[in-house]
T-cell receptor, first 113, second 113 residues
Framework: DVKVTQSSRYLVKRTGEKVFLECVQDMDHENMFWYRQDPGLGLRLIYF???????EKGDIPEGYSVSREKKERFSLILESASTNQTSMYLC????????????FGPGTRLTVT | AQSVTQLDSQVPVFEEAPVELRCNYSSSVSVYLFWYVQYPNQGLQLLLK??????LVKGINGFEAEFNKSQTSFHLRKPSVHISDTAEYFCAVTGGSNYKLTFGKGTLLTVNP
């Protein structure tokens, strides 16, 4: 079974804090993704990575950065958290030969106060 | 660019009734189409996919979907639902870049006893 794990299920941070969300997958997938999920908006792609140290902007990268130093780990960084970044964050991974077959983690619900 | 429209944000049904969740897409290129399901407090799970071939695709848990190119639709159906099918369902499309999935806003299916 593909396992995608996220470091926290729930996180509460203050405005202006630097926030790290960690994602680890155990299936040796080349591709990894970060989405945010908001009610009525569905999922929106923030960043994705198709190889170690490679990254591409998604649809809503503003206010976020990412890091991928190892194949299995993909981190989302909020440099200075703001209240409009309160959301559910979902990580996913997929293999090179089937990039659209994405396997999702359970999500991190981030609240910025 | 691709877009996905899920025509119903909420669909309440009684147990053992049939259900159809509607999805329309727009794309200037050939597409792959997907349905994902999100059970409460979990990440997304791939339900079924259309890549090519037969326009009727079967997925897990008794769901099926039909690709209709002329209507640009990919509606999800199940002949008899169970309480355990209560979840949010997302339609998604790729096109051009296989890395990127464009998701609809989701349909919350609530199955009542």
């Amino acid at each position: 079974d593909v396992k995608v794990t996220q470091s926290s299920r729930y996180l509460v941070k203050r405005t202006g804090e630097k926030v790290f969300l960690e994602c680890v997958q155990d299936m040796d997938h080349e591709n990894m993704f970060w989405y945010r999920q908001d009610p009525g908006l569905g999922l929106r792609l923030i960043y994705f990575s198709y190889d170690v140290k490679m990254k591409e902007k998604g649809d809503i990268p503003e206010g976020y950065s990412v890091s991928r130093e190892k194949k299995e780990r993909f981190s989302l960084i909020l440099e200075s958290a703001s209240t409009n970044q309160t959301s559910m964050y979902l990580c996913a991974s997929s293999p090179t030969d089937l990039p659209y077959e994405q396997y999702f983690g359970p999500g991190t619900r981030l609240t910025v106060t | 660019a691709q877009s996905v429209t899920q025509l119903d944000s909420q669909v309440p049904v009684f147990e053992e009734a049939p259900v159809e969740l509607r999805c329309n897409y727009s794309s200037s290129v050939s597409v792959y189409l997907f349905w994902y399901v999100q059970y409460p407090n979990q990440g997304l799970q791939l339900l079924l996919k259309y890549l090519s071939g037969s326009t009727l695709v079967k997925g897990i848990n008794g769901f099926e979907a039909e690709f209709n190119k002329s209507q640009t639709s990919f509606h999800l159906r199940k002949p008899s639902v169970h309480i355990s099918d209560t979840a949010e369902y997302f339609c998604a499309v790729t096109g051009g870049s296989n890395y990127k999935l464009t998701f609809g806003k989701g349909t919350l299916l609530t199955v009542n006893p």
